[in-house]
T-cell receptor
């Protein structure tokens, strides 16, 4: 059974801080999604990674395939970054996503 | 256009009603998904359509009936639901290519309340 473990579960930061959210995954997962969900709302896809690093604005995602670990970094955090961040692993052999439990991020002004 | 559009945004229905949720994408994606999400939990996969054919049904009760009339549309027909079916229903789509499934794009969801 594919597994995705995410940490921390909750994270509170002050505006401007550098934030890191971590995700570990099991064998059988070939790519990682990082997703963002605001309260009451739909899910926004931030990145899909199968190797290396991707950057979009203040967001950076990295993946280490050997260690089966991925991180999402937010630089110069802002209160509008407050949301739930979810990592989800794409199974190697099919179309299922295995979701982590999510990280509730709160950025205070 | 990287948008997946779901309608309605909110739906309240009685246990004897029949209603449908709709999902539309114009990205040319050939895989479409229905997920159910309860509060403070990750989404749970319900159905996957690949090239307009049902490829995965995660043992979903028959009161949920999916339909994929064409490559851009995905419906979820609801009948005789229970209050515990109240949740956020999310649609997603992704491309199917030589390297497998690509990045998934999600809709805003339909907030369903069964009374």
């Amino acid at each position: 059974k594919n597994e995705v473990e995410q940490s921390p579960q909750n994270l509170t930061a002050q505006e401007g801080e550098f934030i890191t959210i971590n995700c570990s995954y099991s064998v059988g997962i070939s790519a990682l999604h990082w997703l963002q969900q605001h309260p009451g709302g739909g899910i926004v896809s931030l990145f899909m990674l199968s190797s290396g690093k991707k950057k979009h604005g203040r967001l950076i995602a990295t993946i280490n395939i050997q260690e089966k670990h991925s991180s999402l970094h937010i630089t110069a955090s802002h209160p509008r970054d407050s949301a739930v961040y979810i990592c989800a692993g794409r199974e190697t052999s099919g179309s299922r996503l295995t979701f982590g439990e999510g990280t509730q991020l709160t950025v205070n002004p | 256009d990287t948008e997946v559009t779901q309608t309605p945004k909110h739906l309240v229905m009685g246990m004897t009603n029949k209603k449908s949720l709709k999902c539309e994408q114009h990205m040319g994606h050939r895989a479409m998904y229905w997920y159910k999400q309860k509060a403070k939990k990750p989404p749970e996969l319900m159905f996957v359509y690949s090239y307009e054919k049902l490829s995965i049904n995660e043992s979903v009760p028959s009161r949920f009936s999916p339909e994929c009339p064409n490559s851009s549309l995905l419906n979820l027909h609801l009948h005789a639901l229970q209050p515990e079916d109240s949740a956020l229903y999310l649609c997603a789509s992704s491309q199917v290519g030589p390297a497998g499934i690509t990045e998934a794009f999600f809709g805003q969801g339909t907030r369903l309340t069964v009374v």
